[in-house]
């Protein structure tokens, strides 16, 4: 039997685009859109960057401009002022929101981005404990006491994965997933089953770079966010009370670039420390994306990294319909 359109109400399926900063992810999804598009398959595209969530941090996030955006719908682009705290569970509502309306419009969902729990918390079935205001506010205590070194080798011993994947810097991170620890005795949920459940029918593509490649684009694209201006920016949302915030100011490049504005880090080492956090961040992203299974992995300066993606969407909307129809 052969395949319903891609996105019919028969069978509603998500596309996700994962991988690390700077392999290209915006790109394919635009590449990708159009050329559903094309075939008369209208697509849109909801972000899963965390940082992208917030109003007036363009250069340091790489957002799309609109006119960049070819025309094609975005969704969870500039939904939060830089004073209010992003969390995974209030994105996943909004998200799986967003994703829900664009089939209920016969169009695709296209989600990217490489905040991995934010794509998580989407793709998969995963289900957010609730919190104690005792508990998190003692933990948040020892945060400022003892700083997030400390809580890292805490959370180290209890949920290793978890420590892995947030990094000893996130301090709000660290903090939450000490939290569930204590309230549920398992790890944080951040450690992916072997197995997940997904949400609903998706299709995981994945961008690749060789590090070798990766790391020097990562570097300049660095020195092109200060070239930019992402100086005046940070002014900018110093103004709109970004200090206030607890998730926005502490993003990569800002709270280097806030640091410059300060004083307290010259051009030169505000750049330097935002390679290095990008580096980092780089590659836990890639250890992130290793543990999806079923993913269709693409080199990201392959000629055909579009025909390959479209390729494999194709290649599993048909399988699953096959094991789904009557």
């Known amino acids: 039997m052969p395949a319903e359109p891609l996105g019919s109400a028969a069978l509603p ?4 685009i994962v991988g690390s ?38 250069i340091g996030t790489a957002k799309l401009t609109l006119a960049e955006r070819r ?51 989407v ?41 892995q994947s947030i990094g000893p810097s996130n301090g709000r991170r660290l903090v939450r997933a000490l939290e569930i620890v204590e309230l549920t005795g398992a790890p944080h949920l951040a450690a992916l089953p072997n197995e997940p459940v997904y949400w609903r029918a998706s299709v995981l593509l994945g961008l690749r770079t060789a590090r070798e490649q990766l790391t020097p684009r990562l570097d300049a694209r660095v020195e092109r966010m200060w070239a930019a201006g992402i100086i005046d920016e940070a002014r900018g949302l110093l103004a709109g009370g970004i200090e206030d915030g607890v998730t926005a100011s502490r993003a990569i490049g800002y709270a280097q670039a806030l640091g410059q504005v300060h004083g307290t880090l010259g051009q030169a080492e505000a750049i330097e420390a935002t390679q290095q956090l ?5 590659r836990r992203q890639v250890s992130w994306f290793k543990r999806y299974a079923h993913t269709h992995w693409i080199e ?6 579009v025909d390959d993606a479209l390729a494999h969407v194709d290649r599993a909307v048909t399988a699953e319909y096959a094991a789904t129809a009557p």
């Open 71 to 121: 025309g094609i719908p975005h969704h969870l682009l500039d939904v939060l002022e830089v004073t209010a705290e992003a969390t995974v569970s209030n994105y996943q509502t909004d998200a799986r929101a967003a994703i829900t309306e664009i089939i209920a419009r016969g169009a695709v969902p296209i989600l990217v981005g490489g905040s991995g729990l934010y794509v998580s918390s």
């Open 123 to 163: 793709v998969f079935d995963f289900r957010f404990p609730g919190t104690d205001p005792e508990l998190r506010a003692r933990l948040e205590a020892e945060l400022i006491d003892i700083g997030p070194g400390l809580m890292y080798a805490r959370l180290q011993a209890v949920d290793p994965q978890a420590a």
């Open 13 to 16: 399926v998500l596309i996700a």
């Open 300 to 305: 990201s300066d392959a000629a055909d990294r």
């Open 278 to 282: 990008t580096r980092r961040y780089a």
């Open 21 to 58: 900063t700077g392999t290209g992810k915006s790109e394919l999804s635009l590449d990708l859109a159009e050329r559903l598009i094309e075939r008369g398959q209208p697509a849109e595209i909801v972000n899963a960057d965390a940082m992208q969530l917030y109003r007036g941090m363009d």
